[in-house]
């Protein structure tokens, strides 16, 4: 086969949604339908500079052979989707060309701004290269209680932009709340299909129906799974529709216009983040706080003490890790409504980042909170045994 065959109409599906809403764990239930003999990739953009969700990803591919033959690629430290497309047109040259994968999926960062990055996508040098399936965006219902979340525009862009919406962590709602949701959804959003993800198994349903038994649950996550694959397949109505009513309103690079002159040797794209360790970071960027860390794997944390650290510092919305701990080496993957800890293989490096939301309230200048995040460097350091 050529490559020019090979670059032509490639299956491609975002799968999009809000800070903290699950896209991870839907990426990797989507990487299970993977033919054995194809060749998938992954383009990840994160909001941070760590890289931890490609690492994440790498983890499970590791522990699942079946999820092998994935090339995973990031994009670190800023949305794709924002002012200069450079970025992500590199990413996707490089991934096509080098890579040649027979499906795409992008997974950009929860605080994108999706039509912005549907339009960007169907740009004419695109066109032939990648044939977008439906737009898969995660939602979580615990957040949607929240009246912070319901008013926020990024939030609600995320439903806008959607093909298809997997809502999870609704079993906490009652009747009338999940028809709220429903009515809320339809004032954003009028085409979108609605999956209702379902746990893998009983023992992660946040409140135990006794009269659903494991064989019950076990056809239920079947069932959704079924339903997942579908949007794989399916065209995407908010793409067209996106090209024509914001046509005018993204400007094309016309320096790449073919995907394969782009060169390789572009800094904003990284399999691996280039700053080694140690390293520590923190900037602030929209209404958002980030920082974080990469150390040496030799590096050992106290993980009791490390947990406590961690979900004791103010306003944080996301923690992500790779952490070798006196427990092992864990996967964190902390929101605030789910801590989500896992066992890891052992890992080149430590890996930590962490979102919080800006106090707009404040007053603290850059050098107070220079100072703030240099103490809290000191505190994980003192973490380490």
């Known amino acids: 086969m050529s490559k020019l065959s090979i670059l ?32 998938w990739a992954l383009l990840i953009n994160e909001f941070g500079r760590i890289g931890i969700d490609g690492a994440l990803l790498a983890n499970a591919q590791s522990q699942d052979k079946a999820k092998s033959n994935i090339a995973i690629s990031e994009v670190s430290g800023g949305c794709i989707c924002c002012t200069s497309q450079l970025p992500l047109q590199v990413a996707l040259s490089r991934l096509l060309t080098e890579q040649h994968p027979q499906r795409l999926i992008i997974e950009p960062t ?26 898969v965006t995660v939602f979580n219902a615990l957040q949607w209680q929240q009246p912070k979340y319901r008013s926020h525009t990024g939030y609600q862009a995320h439903v806008a932009a959607a093909d298809v919406l997997v809502i999870n962590r609704y079993q906490q709602l009652n009747k009338a709340e999940l028809l709220a949701l429903k009515a809320w959804i339809s004032t954003l959003n009028t085409h979108s299909q609605i999956i209702w993800a379902k746990p893998a198994s009983q023992d992660k349903i946040d409140r135990i129906d006794p009269n659903i038994s494991d064989s019950k649950t076990s056809v239920d996550f079947d ?16 793409i067209n529709k996106s090209a024509t009513t914001n046509q005018n309103s993204t400007r094309i ?58 979900l004791q510092l103010p306003n944080w919305q996301r923690i992500k890790g790779l952490i070798n701990t006196t427990e092992g080496w ?52 003192a973490l380490v045994v």
């Open 330 to 381: 864990l996967q964190l993957n902390f929101t605030p409504d789910s801590l989500t800890i896992e066992t890891s293989d052992a890992q080149l490096d430590n890996r930590l980042e962490i979102i919080l939301a800006a106090d707009t309230d404040s007053t603290q200048d850059k050098i107070e909170q220079l100072e703030i995040w240099d103490s809290w460097n000191s505190q994980l350091m």
């Open 110 to 135: 929860g605080l994108a701004h999706p039509r912005q990055l549907l339009c960007q996508l169907n740009a004419p040098h695109w066109q032939t290269a990648l044939s977008m399936q439906a737009v």
């Open 253 to 310: 690079n016309s320096s790449v216009i073919n995907p394969g002159v782009v060169k390789s040797s572009s800094n904003h794209v990284r399999k691996v983040v280039a700053d080694q360790p140690p390293y520590y970071y923190h900037d602030q960027r929209q209404d958002m706080l980030v920082g974080g860390w990469r150390l040496p794997a030799a590096s050992i944390f106290d993980f009791a003490k490390l947990k406590l650290w961690l």
């Open 223 to 238: 069932r959704y799974l079924s339903e997942l694959i579908v949007p794989l397949t399916q065209p995407s109505v908010i």
């Open 8 to 39: 032509q109409n490639i299956p491609c599906t975002l799968v999009t949604g809000f800070l903290g809403s699950g896209k991870t764990t839907v990426i990797n239930q989507l990487l299970n339908f993977k033919p054995i003999n194809e060749r």
